[in-house]
């Protein structure tokens, strides 16, 4: 039987120039899986510790202290694998060792078995016999905690082109539209330098509106009709925005301040006038009741739980008991290990909640995820769009979309 023969754990720098971890795991002293690990800046609450204290170099020492406990075993074997780290740590959110730890070890395992296997990645997460491609939900751009003072409230504005033939089409439109929105943020604002968001979109000095009505802009002035062969979607991340003390959402910088109430009338304003097709954290993560407002109102949008759902199985199943989304975000690093992950995409999938495996604002050039975006049925890819870290995922779905169609996958 093969088995894990070696495991070995480092330090190096995320796409903010932070310390993150990195861990290779060795199959039969030959197949080098290698995984390191992202950060969020808008984290929610109920995600697990990424590093214990926030220090990567105590999960670095965990890993050293711990990693003889996984020699032996079978590479394949998530659940053996996953089971071990929970003998380490057993605490709700990782917290001595680090969902980092979960996180790398596992997907790194997984890695290093489908280079035993010589299949891809994807193939070994699932047993699903037809898989589709998600779409590439690109990130044009920026604002928030993601972009820094000046720029929109709205943490993110996306572009899903969803009218689009194939893969490819779908990255190009995505560039194009980014390229677009450039030059019409140019003619707009003589301030405007090209600054960019920690995902790659841009981050100007506009307020809410003006940001969606400069993508709309880029839209139009490619000759794309919103709604048919392309549409925007949000990231309110609106954790960030409310205030628990006052119960209000605070707006910096289009200086406004709402209640549940008028947040709800906000979102769905913003909907009908830019024709939104995705809308992610529309209210605070513990607002189940406002989300299930919306969902119910608008069936064909994806009204999207990413702070309020948090990758974590028990609180989609509240979720989805209250109707209160339907789409939730997928990030390994929200739920610790990737068995914690895949199960919580089971969950989803059995009970109609559409998947969006998503990157975090601070990455590495690590791809598995478009492999774990592939292989849980997710519908939409959030990878961004510019920037190494983004492009090397965005090029791994490419690869995978060439390899696929020669073994019957079916395209967008
Ligand atoms: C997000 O909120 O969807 C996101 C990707 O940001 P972060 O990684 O900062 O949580
Ligand atoms: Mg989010």
Known sequence: MQKITSIKGRLIYDSRGNKTIEVDVITDNKYVGRTSVPSGASVGRNEVINFPNGKPEQCLMAINDNYKKFLGIDPIDLKCIHDTIREIDNTDNYSNIGGAFAFAITIAAMESASKFLHVPLFKILTNKPKLEFPIPLGNILGGGLHAGIGTPDIQEILICPHGSKSIRDAVEINFNVHKELCNVLYEKNLNFTGGRSDEGGWAPEINNEEALEASCKACENLGYVLGKDVSLGIDLASSTQWDPKCEQYIYKHNKLQLDEEKQIEFVSDLIERYKLIYVEDATH??????MHELTNKFPNVFITGDDLTTTNKRILSHAIKSKSCNAAILKVN??????????????????DIKIITSHRSGETIDSQIVHIGISTGSKMLKIGVVGGERISKINELIRLSEYDLIHGMTQL
């Open 334 to 351: 929200q739920a610790g290990s990737l068995y914690d992950a895949l199960q919580f995409a089971q969950h989803a999938n059995e009970n």
């Open 285 to 290: 993560q513990d607002s189940f009741e406002a």
